[in-house]
């Protein structure tokens, strides 16, 4: 009787590990990664365009009259900007809100426009609104100003997952 459960057990730690070599084979070795994956996800887009990019796509579309196209673009240029400068990180998973809280602890002088501006964000994103050419304009300049300010002395490169 004794030799039957010593059996079993090397028989299901067998099937276990050709569980686990078939899942590697299928699927490969898990990436642990993660910086990569947080500089190309930006609220929930895998968009790895650079804030040059995002900011040329946010005029075309302003140029249009599609001023939710162009309010999600420049708040993704400044978020991409950012992040570039090495300034504010983001994570995989982080959203609108949680990058302009970090932002805005860089840029105290601008963090209440900051948190505005991801409003605006989350309002034609997620809330389907239009959007206007003033809210565009207001973005846009926050934008620009941010590209141009250096950061709070020693409050650069906050990082973290979504709130």
Known sequence: MSGTPAIALIVLLVVVVAVIVVVFVVYGVPRLNRRG????????????????????????????????TAIVETYRALARSLSERGLVQTAPGTTAHAFAVRAAAVFDRQGARILLASEAFDAVRYLERPGSGAEFERVRDLDRELEGTAANSSESLVSGASA
């Open 37 to 68: 994956a947080a500089e190309t996800a930006l609220f929930g887009d895998d968009d790895s365009r650079p804030a040059r990019d995002l900011r040329a796509s946010a005029a075309r579309a302003a140029a249009g009259g599609d001023y939710a």
